[in-house]
């Protein structure tokens, strides 16, 4: 089974993470900041994969490394998981619409980091939540886990909306790039790197 389970503390965060990327079941995910918890819930289901998450961060601060480090810890329990790659379908591409909203998000497990982030919000924030953090937690994630993921808010003027339907398209296109095809590396190269 494909799994990993990190655990990072700094002075500013306390966080536990496992994934098993083989098994579909509830996802415990406290974070501590209701919309990103919320958000991380949702792209667990549709990357159907379990993800156990638990964050203790300084709120009393703000978001931002909360979010960040569950970024970082993330990226790294997907990259521990998949192990050597060996036969996945490594790209993956979805497109999700939400009411009025439209976003895509391609990606390729390829060994190196890279995050294109097209998308700009209606608003700062969603409830208390930031919106800038969306992209912070997604340079985050692509930095550690080595995956290169190009994310397009096509159209959309809902906060909220414009968020969910990345979040979503996000877990859908990793969802097909984890999925095992073949037992070879996925690469004429014969590395991914």
Do not use: W
């Not at 886990?145 to 398209?169: M, P, V």
Request: charged share 20%; glycine share 8%.
């Amino acid at each position: 089974m494909r799994q990993a389970t990190v655990v990072r503390e700094t002075k500013e965060t306390q966080i536990s993470c496992t994934v098993e990327l083989d098994q579909k079941c509830n996802s415990s995910i406290n974070t501590g900041v209701g919309f990103f918890d919320h958000m991380l819930t949702l792209f667990a289901f549709h990357a159907s994969l379990a993800l156990s998450l638990q964050a203790k961060g300084d709120l009393d601060v703000d978001d931002h490394h909360t979010v960040e480090d569950v970024g970082i810890v993330l990226g790294q329990a997907v990259r521990q998981a998949l192990g050597d790659r060996k036969g996945i379908e490594r790209y993956g591409t979805a497109y999700v619409p939400m009411d009025e909203t439209l976003s895509r998000v391609t990606l390729d497990i390829s060994g190196r980091p890279y995050c294109h982030f097209g998308a700009s919000f209606s608003r700062e924030k969603v409830g208390t939540f930031d919106t800038e953090l969306v992209e912070e937690f997604f340079r985050a994630f692509c930095l550690h886990s080595g995956i290169t993921l190009h994310i397009d808010l096509l159209h959309g003027s809902n906060t909220h909306h414009q968020i969910e339907s990345i979040f979503k398209a996000f877990g859908r296109a990793l969802k097909e790039a984890i999925h095992v095809v073949s037992q070879e590396l996925p690469s004429t190269k014969g590395v991914l790197a």
